[in-house]
């Protein structure tokens, strides 16, 4: 067994690892999704730097305390091209690649240190890489790296406005934006430990992990606002003209109003609400805690919830079906969308 110390972007990780056997027992009256495994994450092509694996070792935690980490290479973030479905595995500092009509596994890549966020954005795959603090800029036909770009410290999130890329800084509590090129056009203030970015109503709006608020900035990155919301504020999907966040520790999901950040009502899902997002229809949210996905009406009722596999934290739809990465599991589950 190998032994590493390794810096966490949130305690939420640490959730998705200490209740993953209570997440299995709930999730046993969930729909069943397939189940894709992807591997140790070893890179094979593409890429710049070497892959590392950890495998069983311990995590510390920001107040100096230690948890056991699983033997995973913790695919974490996911994101869609058009063709194939990407995701972080962000213990192995690479990328996989997986073709979306049938579920092959089509390549994995190496990037930085630890990426825990992906975008698909100008025609390419966009990476965070929390302890290099930079992005990676990927090719998604090849896989090759195609930029390296500075970003803030403990770089974890990501929106695209239709011009540039605004990546959160976790550690730094600042957002940096991009142009799709990689030049640097600016860092901004938002709250503590922002986390989840979406697009809307003309506004960046940044869940703030910390202090139970989102900032919402203009696109010249003017602080417009900031709202309350739940504990653990972690993702934020774009509804139209409305914004969801989920708040982890609160087991729900907030809408805002996106013109003027107006409460439109807070919701009930499960335990550890992290990634969110909206098909054009209903809204879905992944529920860390309980390895689960739920499926939830616009007027936040919950019609339906399938059972992931273990510690899922991020969401992505392909056009058909929604796919989530399982952390703690080393695979990406599937469903229909409808």
Known sequence: MSLLRLKVFSVAVFLAISTTALGVVKAQSAQPMSEITLGNGTATSGGANGVSMVGDGVVAIDDGGTISAPSTTGPEAVAFDGTYIWVAMQYSDSVTRVRAKDGVVSGTFAVGKRPVALLYA????????LLSNNVTKLDPATGAVLGTYAAGDGPGGFTFDGTNIWVANRTS???TKLSKTGTNLGTFAAGKRPMGLAYAGGSIWVAN???KMVTRLSTAGAVVG??????GAFGVAAQGENVWITNYFDKTVTKLRASDGFNLGTFTVGDGAAGILFD?????????GDSTLMKVSPSGIVLATFATGKGPFSVAYDGANVWVPNYASNSVSKTAAN
Do not use: D, E, F, Q
Request: aromatic share 14%; hydrophobic share 45%.
């Open 122 to 129: 100008g025609s390419a795959i966009w990476v965070a890489n």
């Open 173 to 175: 509590n600042n957002i």
């Open 209 to 211: 992990n910390y202090g």
């Open 226 to 231: 900031t709202y309350a919301v739940g504990r």
């Open 280 to 288: 054009g229809v209903n809204i879905w949210v992944v529920c860390n």
